[in-house]
């Protein structure tokens, strides 16, 4: 009988490998469904894991050696189970709506579920294993699994531009882990998390390494510049890369860092930076951008840089404002790329210059994105809202006033992008070239399947209690954080904390009603036409705000900003290696090949005077 | 057991390639049959005699599998590539040498001057086998210029009985390792430097894994420089490793470059579109070739890290990764240039089926090996004995 542990990480690889030996007899969308069952048993799997961690158990398990002196082990507690259901919950959503996303695929569709269900399989095996080597083999293959995603259109020169940037990115910085893994074993002796031997060999060295690998993971700046690259993907990929699986994996090593050994205050600093600086970059980054799913990228960035602030800031109330926060990211985040997708899938095109006024034609996909959008931006009634206002609550109590600031500037940037982004979209005028007549509402279970999610976006939102108690709770205090967190529905705290952000609110809309009532006093004119002489007769376009002209706005505004992008210093390090290489090549030809035997001679000179005087 | 059946495995691989994809005459049979026959008998010898403390028979084994080598380059014909093969016999006659005279100076009782000159003498002949940095020199000739499956079985079979040999010379004279560990390190990190930036100079892709051949052995040699089981289980996987993936790698490139009718560089252009087979057998090389998990190379690699680490504390890991760093370089971009991406290429040689299909069959077996490394290292094969001394 197979350990409850292991149930979700064997039914997604049980299921790879049914996916493979049945690839000749199975349809694209039986595919589908196969893939789609056997995230929603995993689900079911952790479900039950749920019911015992929820109550502060650890589930345990051993399934023999995976190699020799290494044991797949699995600790299962609070935090576990929180990052296996947001992969296969989210996952399992975004396989359902692959199913039709995936049918008219001419070919890979089995390659393509084949390293979906490896991807979710990985993901449940990294936060679940206490074995460090085998959590770096899961974040491995996870990236291996998304580079070959990513690159799904191999003979597009786009795909697989983005494809070799997340490899090369991801896997350098996982270095950092198997670096700080190897040293940990050095000086513990075991590869065990859980040993108490682990704690005092976490130096902060290490943990500088093993931050290095989340940043990467994670799209933590500076090492966040493969996101936006990795679009040229199908949608499904995106989604699953963005929201609930890939970029998480950064944030459960983080927090697993708590359970692991002591957390020093200067991590912690460091970590507050790179939060800040990651969500003011993220968003400005975004407000460029006329590429639907690269504005969704940035904006990934900019979310994940609130997410690892929460955590940073190592509080009760902050560790948990983290972790809803990642939770409630994968749930919105997940719904607007599958909102983007079935908008790409249906016009053909993500270019916010071209499209427009698709909200007539495509009415369940434009409800489902306002809900996510407004999500995203914290609108009162959505899992955005409880998330802000927990991290903003957690921030003030902890005195952290510039990162209340810069939270709060990101917060408006958020809203100004995603403004954007919905009315160059969905409302507004089409481009010329977009043929309107042929937008439909796309297949009814890819409908569901962001529905599902936006419904949960909803619901998580007016009443929070339902993923807070059974869910994050049990994950903090697996991380030997206390829970007294008291939230009413909608997510407004009345415990610990409350009174800060209660004062905070209530002077953000003391504000908002003293520019009303000014507004008001003034007399204001609604807005009119103004008649502007243009020389002569009036020029036939420029009517109208579009896309391109925030865009256009923005670079112009936040230049500064943009030269903080990292991918120039990226490319001279690549050439100073390649000219190196180059270099040492030409001395090698006109020496050590074009003369072997004077090469020799003084190799065995150099080689006798080593030997006799080391 | 399981590390046998990898070797008949591999051998069995390049042979049915060779017999799809002709490398050679008669002789090349004969020749190749003769070298892994000798590198397999040199194998089963160490092992039988570990106990004895005899390597004599092994080693000449192992010297005459060389000398095989060296004629089935020479079976080609061509100018080029019987230059390649004098200059491959000018390295291989005096390494030789020097291992056999090497060898019989050290006597247990030695002077220690007498055991250091049997250690330059050993060195020296090694770096010449081995093609360590800097006398590589025979090495990017016979990729260039030999068939892909002769260059296989040098830097597979013929390197694993070579790594074998050096591994027992580990057992047997310890002292040489341990006294001079600053030397062996120091060797091991110019060849990992030197093979992988080499490489990365490359334009043609033969010579570029010629050149990422010796920064793998250069790896491997610190591995068994680390000692302990850890390290000496690294090098005896990464041997294996190495092997089936440079097998992978240059069958893919062969099968590439019958295609195109002419050498594979960095300026070919989406072969994956016209190749898919080759190409995805490529890239499982490749990835298991630099150690990325779960590809099979990484069992050893994470091994020698460790044994790397205890014995050369974080500086000697970190110079490890910054060359694994290089590794995945070297290789995503001779992946993207020249398999991935719109085709351009005009492919029109004859389709082979079974050269693909052996080189599947591999790529299943070290995908399979990645994925449960267990398989192998529960019980040590002959090699993995040889190595560790279980």
Sequence with gaps: MIDLALVPTAVLLAAAVLELALARWLSRAAKGWLACSAAAAAAAGVLALARRTGHGEVVTAAGGNWDAGVPVAYHVDGLSVMFMLMGTVIGGAILLYSVRYMEHEAEGTTRFYVLMLSFIGGFTLLVGTSNLLLVYVAWEAMGLCSYFLVGFWYRQQASVDGARKVLIITHVGGYGLLAAIVMLFVRSGTFDWTDPAMATALSGGLVALLLVAAMAKSVLYPLHTWIPEAMNAPTPVSGLLHSACYVKCGVYLIARLYSIGPWHDVFGDALLLVGCVTMLVGAVFAVAQTDLKKLLAFSTVSQLGYIVTGLALGTDLGVAAGLYYAASHGLFKGTLFLCAGAVQHTTGTRDMRTLGGIAARMPVTTAVWLVAAAAIVGVPGTTGFVAKWLLFGAALEARQVVVVAVAWIVSLVTVFYFLKATISVFYGAPGPELRTDDIREVAPSMRVGMGVLGTACLVFGVAPQLLMQPVVAPAVRSLGFDWNIQLTWLGVMTGAGAAAVTAGGGAVIAAAALGGLVFGLVHASPARAVAVFSGGDPLPSGDALGAVDFAEMAQTAFTPVYSLDPDPLYIRIWHAIRDTAVGLGTVARATAEDHPVATAAVSIAILCGGVWLL | ?390
Excluded at chain 2, 90 to 107: D, E, N, R, S
Excluded at chain 2, 188 to 210: D, H, I, N, P, T
Excluded at chain 2, 241 to 251: D, E, W
Excluded at chain 2, 301 to 321: D, S
């Design chain 2, 1 to 390: 057991m399981t590390e046998l059946i990898v070797l008949s495995c591999l051998i069995a691989g390049i042979g049915l390639y060779a017999w799809s994809v002709p490398q050679g005459s008669r002789s090349w049979w004969l020749l190749a049959g003769a070298t892994a026959g000798l590198v397999l008998a040199a194998i089963a010898v160490s092992n039988s005699v570990r106990s004895t403390g005899d390597s004599w028979t092994a080693a000449i084994l192992l010297d005459l599998a060389e000398l095989a080598a060296v004629a089935l380059v020479w079976t080609r014909a061509t100018d080029e590539s019987g230059r390649a093969a004098r200059r491959y016999l000018g390295a291989i006659v005096p390494a030789i040498a020097c291992t056999l005279i090497g060898g019989g100076l050290l006597q247990s009782g030695a002077p220690p001057a007498v055991e250091k000159l049997a250690l330059c003498l050993l060195v020296f002949g090694f770096a010449l086998k081995l093609a360590w940095i800097p006398l590589y020199f025979w090495l990017p000739d016979v990729a260039a210029h030999a068939p892909v499956m002769t260059t296989a079985l040098i830097v597979s079979v013929v390197d694993i009985g070579t790594l074998t040999e050096l591994a027992g010379l580990r057992a047997r004279a310890p002292q040489l390792f341990d006294d001079h560990a600053a030397v062996w390190t120091a060797i091991a990190l110019l060849s990992m430097y030197g093979g992988v930036l080499l490489a990365l100079a490359q334009r043609e892709l033969k010579r570029m894994l010629a050149f990422s051949t010796i920064g793998d052995v250069g790896l491997l040699v610190l591995g068994l420089v680390a000692g302990g089981a850890t390290g000496l289980s690294g090098a005896s996987i990464g041997a294996l490793n190495h092997a089936l993936s440079k097998v992978l790698l240059f069958g893919a490139v062969g099968l590439a470059e019958r295609g195109l009718g002419r050498s594979v560089t960095l300026d070919t252009r989406g072969l994956a579109a016209r190749l898919p087979v080759p190409a995805a057998v490529f890239v499982i090389g490749a990835l298991g070739f630099i150690g990325v998990p779960p590809g099979f190379g990484f069992g050893a690699y994470w091994r020698i890290y460790l044994a790397a680490a205890n014995y050369g504390g974080p500086a000697l890991l970190g110079a490890l990764l910054v060359v694994a760093v290089l590794d995945l370089f070297c290789y995503a971009r001779a992946i993207h240039c020249t398999w991935l991406g719109p085709a351009r290429d005009a492919v029109t040689g004859v389709p082979a089926t079974l050269a693909p299909a052996a080189l599947v069959a591999l790529a299943v077996l070290m995908i399979g090996l990645g994925l449960y490394p267990g398989v192998l290292t529960a019980v040590p094969g002959p090699v993995l004995a040889v190595v560790t001394g279980r």
